[in-house]
């Protein structure tokens, strides 16, 4: 009985779960503008309403002193220490600019919004957002429309298991993620692709978890070029869960490949400077433009020398690791396959698995091993009652 009523406590409120974003980190906002999209808004000085937001509406806050100014219709309605703006109709959505500095960008999102002093001249603006909103926003942000809907369940199981194993990320900051790539982008209000929407709420509170049943890490990136990479290659770690994959859904997309010429004495600077590659060895000298690379390695020429492919990447702003090359003339040129880090999920490839009937479920599991699909409160219910357990078993002692 007793563990009965600790579970009702302890377990979170199930589906309409918030999140507190951190929006427009992008900027240092000083001034910014909020006005009328969908719904309407009721806007608290501190605690008490201070006025409204209509259709057709718009309500300038700027920083002054210490407080934010809130300023409509060119008359101002008060400076408070926070400014609350509340929706008064399910799923509404507001506009948002900045002003100071000047921004011609306008983002929309929706619900909640609260704002207060940051710095010594900043705003800080929360977005307090349902979760299915929220992850709306960051597929459209990161994926863009068109895309079919297996695909998209794919990004929304992914999203929601980053979201959950990363809820302190901002803690000290006052949010719970930040709306850039550092945690997900969010730039934009689920409002334009309806199937985004429908694989949201398809995959409704599914996870994706390790074989040792904590939440797995969800690596994407753009695409393979035909096989992924071991996560050590690029990141000096093992991750149990991303071995490399064959991969052939993605081989015919325009981003599969990719040439590159670099100077050879820029090319062979780096190379010695660097990682003191050996120039006048007589056998291994020569061969310093030469490399063939017919399955993703992790260092260049032989594991020896010590040159990881991924330093060479960064230096020279590659779009993968996986290349060979060859000197002609001045210049040493790069064929390379592939876009983005090659750990994980290849976008491309998972959108070609599911223009070919395959389910969100089997694509991931052909890019992660030994994953499994489980519902977040289902879990969060077992690993707490598992953790009760053993504090009953403890306090009986
Ligand atoms: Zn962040
Ligand atoms: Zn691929």
């Known amino acids: 009985m007793l563990m009965h009523i600790l579970l009702l406590l302890i377990v979170p409120k199930l589906w309409a779960q918030e999140l507190d974003i951190g929006i427009m980190r992008d900027y240092q906002l000083g001034t910014i503008e909020i006005s009328y999209h969908t719904g309407n808004y009721e806007i608290y000085g501190d605690t008490t309403l201070v006025t409204n937001l209509w259709q057709g509406q718009s309500i300038l806050f700027k920083r002054v002193g210490t407080q934010i100014k809130v300023v409509k219709l060119d008359k101002t309605i008060g400076s408070y220490d926070s400014v609350t703006v509340k929706e008064m109709s399910e799923n509404s959505c507001l506009k948002i600019q900045c002003l100071a500095p000047t921004s011609k960008k306008t983002r929309r999102y929706r619900n909640d919004f609260i704002l207060t002093p940051e710095n010594d001249t900043e705003i800080k603006v929360i977005n307090r957002v349902e979760m299915s909103n929220y992850l709306g926003g960051v597929i459209e942000s990161e994926g863009g429309g068109g895309k079919h809907l297996e695909y998209y369940k794919v990004q929304a199981i992914l999203s929601r298991t980053y979201v959950l194993g990363h809820l302190g990320k901002h803690k000290k900051e006052g949010f719970q993620l930040c709306d850039q790539v550092h945690c997900q982008a969010y730039h934009n209000m689920?409002?334009?692709?309806?199937?985004?929407?429908?694989?949201?709420?398809?995959?409704?509170?599914?996870?994706?978890?390790?074989?040792?049943?904590?939440?797995?890490?969800?690596?994407?990136?753009?695409?393979?070029?035909?096989?992924?990479?071991?996560?050590?290659?690029?990141?000096?770690?093992?991750?149990?869960?991303?071995?490399?994959?064959?991969?052939?859904?993605?081989?015919?997309?325009?981003?599969?490949?990719?040439?590159?010429?670099?100077?050879?004495?820029?090319?062979?600077?780096?190379?010695?400077?660097?990682?003191?590659?050996?120039?006048?060895?007589?056998?291994?000298?020569?061969?310093?433009?030469?490399?063939?690379?017919?399955?993703?390695?992790?260092?260049?020429?032989?594991?020896?020398?010590?040159?990881?492919?991924?330093?060479?990447?960064?230096?020279?702003?590659?779009?993968?690791?996986?290349?060979?090359?060859?000197?002609?003339?001045?210049?040493?040129?790069?064929?390379?396959?592939?876009?983005?880090?090659?750990?994980?999920?290849?976008?491309?490839?998972?959108?070609?698995?599911?223009?070919?009937?395959?389910?969100?479920?089997?694509?991931?599991n052909f890019y992660f091993t030994n994953i499994r699909l489980m519902d977040y409160y289902s879990w969060s219910f077992y690993q707490q009652r598992e953790f009760i357990k053993e504090e009953l078993e403890r306090a009986s002692l």
């Open 190 to 364: 689920l409002i334009y692709t309806p199937t985004i929407a429908e694989a949201v709420d398809a995959t409704r509170g599914i996870v994706m978890l390790k074989q040792d049943l904590n939440l797995a890490e969800g690596f994407f990136f753009a695409n393979c070029g035909g096989q992924t990479s071991e996560a050590d290659f690029v990141w000096n770690e093992i991750v149990p869960h991303c071995k490399r994959v064959l991969d052939t859904f993605c081989t015919r997309s325009s981003q599969a490949t990719w040439t590159k010429e670099i100077d050879a004495v820029e090319w062979r600077d780096y190379l010695f400077k660097e990682f003191g590659y050996p120039i006048n060895d007589s056998i291994l000298g020569p061969l310093i433009y030469n490399f063939s690379q017919p399955t993703r390695e992790a260092f260049y020429k032989y594991p020896q020398l010590g040159i990881p492919l991924r330093d060479i990447r960064t230096h020279f702003r590659l779009k993968s690791t996986w290349f060979s090359c060859k000197k002609v003339g001045d210049v040493v040129i790069l064929s390379g396959k592939g876009f983005g880090h090659g750990v994980g999920v290849c976008q491309e490839g998972a959108m070609g698995m599911a223009i070919h009937g395959f389910t969100a479920d089997q694509i991931l």
